[in-house]
Nanobody
Framework: VQLQASGGGLVQAGGSLRLSCAAS????????IAWFRQAPGKEREGVSC????????YYADSVRGRLTISRDNAKNTVYLQMNSLRPEDTAVYHC????????????????????WGKGTQVTVSS
C-alpha cells in the first residue's frame, strides 16, 4: 500500500504546477484524499481535500481560488492544480487518505490521517 506525490519543481512566482497523488495497492475510489504541506520551520498545514462520497472540494483560506483539487478514479489518482503560485507556497507537499474533511466553524480541516504519502518539493521563487 503506497501513496506517492509527484509533479513538484521550481517555478517563478505567478507560475503553475500540477501535482499528482497516485495510489498503489488500494483503491482511492472510496477515500477522502487531502493534500498537506510542510515548509521548513513551520507546522504542517492542510491545504485541500476532495471527498469520496459527494466529490466536494474543500480548501484552506490561504489557497482558495488558486488551487484546484480533482480526482480520476480510473487512474487511481488525485490531482492538485496550483496556479498563481507565491513564494509562501514553497513546501513539501504530501497527499493522504483522511477520515474526514470539510469546514468546521468556517475553517478548513482534514483529520484522521490513515495513509500518508511520500512528498514532492514545490519551490516558488520571487
Amino acid at each position: 500500500v503506497q501513496l506517492q506525490a509527484s509533479g513538484g519543481g521550481l517555478v517563478q512566482a505567478g507560475g503553475s504546477l500540477r501535482l499528482s497523488c497516485a495510489a498503489s495497492g488500494f483503491s482511492l475510489d472510496y477515500q477522502n484524499i487531502a493534500w498537506f504541506r510542510q515548509a521548513p520551520g513551520k507546522e504542517r498545514e492542510g491545504v485541500s481535500c476532495i471527498s469520496s462520497s459527494d466529490r466536494n472540494e474543500y480548501y484552506a483560506d490561504s489557497v482558495r481560488g488558486r488551487l484546484t483539487i480533482s480526482r480520476d478514479n480510473a487512474k487511481n489518482t488525485v490531482y492538485l492544480q496550483m496556479n498563481s503560485l507565491r513564494p509562501e507556497d514553497t513546501a513539501v507537499y504530501h497527499c493522504a487518505t483522511v477520515q474526514g474533511c470539510g469546514y468546521r466553524r468556517g475553517r478548513y480541516y482534514a483529520d484522521g490521517i490513515h495513509y500518508w504519502g511520500k512528498g514532492t518539493q514545490v519551490t516558488v521563487s520571487s
